[in-house]
T-cell receptor
């Protein structure tokens, strides 16, 4: 399966802990996007990264959230000191990057639950 | 930035009928518009992309129209099947030149056998 891989699929954390969500893009894709989907709401853009660079983080909360896409390895979305409101499904998408109108290919998400 | 409206009410139709879903947007007219399908517990799956200079696009039983005057796209599934039951999302780029997508909240389609 050469699709976008996200892990873990489900993650449970207690308030105050850290959550790390991983995303491996499709083979050949150099652009990664993170979206959040709250229950009964639509997908909301968080951050767009290319290898080693954050291109657009306008949708990411200023505190506690960070993202990276290192030269080697998966993209990581990190949430520090999690709160109940962080409970959501977090989706990663990737695109080849050659053209801005390329569709984005999504993984099946990480469902984060905060106790 | 862009705002998208999709009918939040679920659409229930009988197998074999044509399902028509609506996507309305405000603000600027995008260069192109995308439709995705999302099943429960899964990520969105890309279906079709239509450009502003294309009035209509087809793929098998799917048809998308794009009216930049009305700021509206219609998504049709002909000869619908129970397997078409899912949530369908309309997406546009948040602002011109940005890759971030703005999604509608989706319309849930239920095809009854």
């Amino acid at each position: 399966n050469a699709g976008v891989m996200q892990n873990p699929r489900h993650l449970v954390r207690r308030r105050g802990q850290e959550a790390r969500l991983r995303c491996s893009p499709m083979k050949g894709h150099s652009h990664v996007y993170w979206y959040r989907q709250l229950p009964e709401e639509g997908l909301k853009f968080m951050v767009y990264l290319q290898k080693e660079n954050i291109i657009d983080e306008s949708g990411m909360p200023k505190e506690r959230f960070s993202a990276e896409f290192p030269k080697e390895g998966p993209s990581i979305l990190r949430i520090q000191q999690v709160v109940r409101g962080d409970s959501a499904a977090y989706f990663c998408a990737s695109s080849p990057g050659t053209d801005s109108n390329q569709p984005q290919h999504f993984g099946d998400g990480t469902r984060l639950s905060i106790l | 930035s862009q705002k998208i409206e999709q009918n939040s009410e679920a659409l229930n139709i009988q197998e074999g009928k044509t399902a028509t879903l609506t996507c309305n947007y405000t603000n600027y007219s995008p260069a192109y518009l995308q439709w995705y399908r999302q099943d429960p517990g899964r990520g969105p799956v890309f279906l079709l992309l239509i450009r502003e200079n294309e009035k209509e696009k087809r793929k098998e039983r799917l048809k998308v129209t794009f009216d930049t005057t009305l700021k509206q796209s219609l998504f049709h599934i002909t000869a619908s099947q129970p397997a078409d039951s899912a949530t369908y999302l309309c997406a546009l780029h948040a602002t011109p030149g940005r890759r971030a997508l703005t999604f509608g909240s989706g319309t849930r389609l239920q095809v009854q056998p």
